[in-house]
C-alpha cells in the first residue's frame, strides 16, 4: 500500500475511529472541555452532537482511553468505572441488557424488574468502593423516547445527594430536536450541558491533515500542496471523515503515479474517479448525463428495440453505437483492473514497489 512508498509507520487516513489520530480543533477542544467538566459534577447528562463524520465517536474513544490509562496513576482515573455502549434502535428492555453487557454484569434470561435491581446494586456496590460509574452512550439519536426515559430513570439512583450514574451521550444533529420533543422537560432538566460539534474551517482541515501524517512520521513526502490542501476543504466542507476518504485515495493515486507531490490537478482527478464510481444520482428523476457508458447501453436497447428485423442499415448503426459504448466502458475497467492488480501485488510483503511499478510501465510501452 501507499504507507510502504511513502515510508509511511501506517494508514494515516483510515476510516475507523482511532483515538491516536484525535486531532484536538478548535471545535473538539471545547467539547472535550465539556466532557472534562461534567466528570468534575459527576452527575447528569452531558451531550454532544454533531453532524455525520464530524468526529464524535473518535472523540468519545480517546476519552474512555484517557480514563483507562489514568486508571492507576491520577485519583480521577482510580475512581472511574466506564464503558461505552454504542446503540441502535433498541427498546427499554433491549437497552437495560446492553447497559449490563457493558458493565460485565448477568443479563441473560432476567426480566426487566430483575435487570435494574441488578444495575443498581451494581452501582450502590460502586459508591460503597469509592468509585463513580460513567456510561458513554454513542449514537444516542437512535434510541426511542422510551429507551431515554429508562436512561433517565438509572440516572435517579442516588445515594444522600450523590448521584450514582453519569450518562454522557453522543449523537447526531436529529437528537436535538429529540430533546426539545413533547414530554421530554424530565429529560431536559438532567441535561448538565449540551455542544454541537461542526465540521472544521479551512485552516484546522489543513491542521488535521498534518497532524494525521505527522502521528505516522510522515517527513513531508508528500508534499501536500497549498492549492490541494483548498481543493480538500472545498470538496469535504472540513469534515473529517470525508476527508479521511479523500485523502486515503488521493495518496493511494499519488503511489501509482509516483508522485512525492499531490497539487489540486492530483486532487480532481481523484474527486473525478470517486464520482465515477459512485455517480450522484437523483432519487426522483433516476436520469442519466447523455453520453456515458449506461446511458448509451440504455438508448441502443431503446433504439434495438424499436428497429425492425427487416432495417438491416439502422439495426448495424445501432449495433455499431453499442460496441463503442461499451469499449469505452472496458477502458475504464481496464484501468481499475490495473490499479488493483497493483495494490494486491502490494499487499506481498516481499514484493517491491519501483519493480513492480517498472515492469508495469515496461508492459504498458509493449
Same mark, same amino acid.
Given at each position: ?8 509507520? =501506517?494508514?494515516?487516513?483510515?476510516? $475507523? ?35 455525520? &463524520? ?15 490509562? $489514568? ?5 480521577? &482515573? ?17 437497552? #437495560? ?12 434470561? @432476567? ?6 435491581? =441488578? ?10 468502593? =469509592?468509585? !463513580? ?9 437512535? #434510541? ?19 448521584? @450514582? #450514574? ?8 436529529? /437528537? !436535538? ?5 413533547? =414530554? ?6 438532567? *441535561? ?20 494525521? @501524517? ?28 470525508? *476527508? ?9 493515486? &499519488? ?25 450522484? +444520482? ?8 447523455? &453520453? ?7 438508448? +441502443? ?44 501485488? @502490494? ?5 517491491? /514497489? ?13
Amino acid at each position: 500500500m501507499y504507507d510502504k512508498f511513502y515510508s509511511l509507520t =501506517g494508514m494515516p487516513f483510515r476510516l $475507523s475511529p482511532d483515538p491516536r489520530f484525535l486531532y484536538q480543533s478548535r471545535a473538539h477542544t471545547k467539547a472535550l472541555a465539556y466532557l472534562r467538566y461534567g466528570l468534575q459534577l459527576g452527575e447528569g447528562f452531558m451531550v454532544v452532537t454533531g453532524d455525520i &463524520g464530524t468526529g464524535k465517536t473518535t472523540l468519545a474513544r480517546s476519552l474512555v482511553n484517557k480514563l483507562e490509562n $489514568s486508571m492507576s496513576t491520577t485519583p480521577i &482515573g482510580q475512581n472511574i468505572i466506564a464503558a461505552q455502549l454504542v446503540t441502535s434502535q433498541l427498546e427499554s428492555d433491549d437497552l #437495560l441488557r446492553m447497559v449490563c453487557n457493558a458493565f460485565g454484569l448477568p443479563s441473560r434470561d @432476567l426480566s426487566k424488574s430483575a435487570l435494574i435491581t =441488578g444495575i443498581e446494586k451494581f452501582l450502590r456496590d460502586s459508591a460503597r468502593a =469509592g468509585k !463513580r460509574v460513567l456510561l458513554l452512550v454513542d449514537e444516542v439519536q437512535n #434510541l426511542p423516547t422510551g429507551s431515554l426515559e429508562e436512561l433517565r430513570m438509572l440516572s435517579n439512583f442516588q445515594v444522600g445527594e450523590r448521584a @450514582l #450514574l453519569q450518562c454522557f451521550l453522543l449523537g447526531q444533529e436529529e /437528537f !436535538r430536536a429529540t430533546m426539545q420533543a413533547e =414530554g421530554m422537560e424530565q429529560f431536559r432538566q438532567r *441535561i448538565i450541558a449540551a455542544y454541537h460539534l461542526g465540521p472544521m474551517d479551512a485552516e484546522d482541515t489543513r491542521k488535521y491533515i498534518e497532524h494525521r @501524517l505527522r502521528t505516522v512520521d510522515w517527513k513531508s513526502d508528500p508534499l501536500f500542496t497549498d492549492d490541494a490542501i483548498d481543493a480538500i476543504y472545498q470538496f469535504t466542507n472540513g469534515v473529517p471523515r470525508r *476527508i479521511n476518504n479523500l485523502c486515503d485515495r488521493l495518496m493511494l493515486y &499519488g503511489a501509482l503515479e509516483e508522485l512525492h507531490e499531490l497539487n489540486k490537478a492530483a486532487v480532481d482527478c481523484v474527486i473525478s474517479e470517486q464520482q465515477l464510481e459512485i455517480p450522484r +444520482v437523483d432519487p426522483a428523476s433516476r436520469t442519466e448525463e447523455p &453520453g456515458t457508458p449506461s446511458s448509451q447501453g440504455r438508448e +441502443v436497447r431503446l433504439q434495438l428495440a424499436n428497429t425492425s428485423v427487416s432495417d438491416p442499415e439502422r439495426r448495424l448503426v445501432a449495433l455499431e453505437r453499442r460496441v463503442e459504448a461499451l469499449e469505452v466502458g472496458v477502458k475504464k475497467d481496464r484501468e481499475k483492473l490495473r490499479k488493483l492488480i497493483i495494490i494486491s501485488l @502490494l499487499s506481498d510483503e516481499e514484493s517491491d /514497489f519501483n519493480n513492480v511499478m517498472r515492469q508495469l510501465r515496461n508492459s504498458d510501452g509493449a
